[in-house]
């Protein structure tokens, strides 16, 4: 057996079996170098099952030479893939100037993103790797971490453990076990779109991850939560705290947006000195109020939407405490207000009620004007 230094010529494999061809250098040292077929192999590889990587075109491989005789009982030689040099990263190679040409070491040169990502492997120690990685030509991997220092003259002591799954265009799947940063993390390669899992709480991120065993799920776009044949449920247990929905949006992406009249009601002028508009005492329906962002919509086409308080002391609450503020009941049918204790209907300026009928029935019916009562 002999192992041979060749470089890879094509992987076109018409067989589906990881055979490639390599150029192999002549013994002479001339320019002859000759092409032969190479069988893959792995640490565990069969049919279409374990770990299959067939190296690139232009990479350095070692190569096992066997001789062997066909059935023909004639010698022939079979070659034998056994690993490949890592030649690329600043051509730190012995065996580069014997195999790589001009042209191999500037493409080769100019794949910074492999030179970055062997630089994280080295980062922590400066010489000694703490970093296991598989690594596609365009960016495509799987990185498993597990690399710190202590702390001393070029700064402080520092851990990051973690495994990442991860694409050339930047969307990846982390499982985080650093003491500052505990979490499972899912993005889709944009900086505002993220879903984060913790396990304990990370203080290097406050502004997103707010407590342990926290899901936090962020995105710019649209989030669609669709049951195609059965419920979608909410709850919190026992020993839980509150469901909060709420809206924070100020209008930023609404078409026409200013950010002085963001705030305005629909009916207000933004050149309104005082910008309180003196709304009639009857509901019009131009004054519902704008409608095209910073709401909360709740609907549904077919049945009821209750809302149940079932404690003996719940309180249902309609809370709008803005100078220009209003609750509105709309509907096409009637309207029922049924309690068994008191209906009270206060205001600080007028009650108004309008009617073709109005009817009040009671047992007793008291009418009280401080001032004054006027019936027509």
């Not at 250098?25 to 320019?31: A, D, I």
């Not at 505002?192 to 406050?206: C, G, K, L, N, R």
């Not at 149940?308 to 509105?328: E, L, M, Q, T």
Request: overall charge negative; proline content about 4%.
């Amino acid at each position: 057996m002999k192992v041979l230094l060749g470089k890879v010529f094509s992987r076109i494999d018409l067989t589906k079996s990881g055979r490639f061809w390599c150029n192999l250098p002549s013994e002479s040292g001339k320019n002859t170098d000759t092409l032969v077929p190479v069988e893959y192999t792995s640490a565990f590889v069969r049919g279409g099952h374990g770990f299959f990587a067939i190296p690139y075109e232009h990479s350095d491989v070692l190569i096992a030479e066997f001789e062997a005789k066909d059935n023909r009982g004639i010698s022939v030689s079979k070659y034998y893939f056994l690993g490949s040099i890592n030649t690329i990263h600043q051509d730190h190679s012995i065996f580069a100037t014997n195999i790589l040409d001009k042209e191999d070491h500037k493409r080769f040169a100019n794949e910074l993103f492999l030179n970055n990502i062997i630089d994280e492997v080295y980062e922590s120690t400066a010489s000694i790797p703490q970093m296991l990685m598989f690594n596609s030509h365009s960016g495509n991997g799987l990185f498993i971490r597990d690399r710190g220092r202590a702390s001393d003259s070029v700064g402080p002591a520092w851990q990051d453990i973690n495994i990442e799954l991860k694409s050339s265009t930047n969307k990846y799947v982390q499982l985080v076990d650093s003491p500052q940063l505990d979490y499972i993390r899912i993005t889709n390669g944009h900086p505002s779109d993220e879903i984060t899992f913790t396990h304990d709480e990370s203080p290097f991120f406050p502004s997103v991850i707010r407590s342990a065993h926290e899901l936090h799920m962020r995105t710019e776009g649209r989030i669609d939560l669709n049951s195609t044949g059965s419920d979608i449920e909410l709850f919190v247990a026992d020993n839980g705290k509150n469901i909060e929905l709420t809206n924070h949006a100020g209008g930023m992406y609404k078409e026409g947006f200013s950010a002085t009249a963001s705030r305005i009601p629909s009916t207000v002028s933004a050149t309104t000195p005082e910008l309180q508009p003196i709304w009639d005492k009857t509901y019009t329906e131009g004054q519902i109020g704008e409608e095209t962002y910073g709401c909360i919509i709740i609907q549904t086409d077919t049945r009821n939407i209750v809302i149940n308080g079932y404690a003996h002391d719940s309180v249902v609450r309609i809370h709008a405490p803005g100078d220009n503020s209003k609750v509105i009941v709309d509907t096409n049918g009637s309207v029922f207000v049924k309690a068994k204790r008191q209906i009270k209907l206060e205001s600080a300026d007028e009650v108004f009620i309008e009617a073709p009928t109005v009817r009040i029935e009671s047992t007793n019916t008291y009418i009280n004007g401080t001032s004054s009562v006027r019936i027509n």
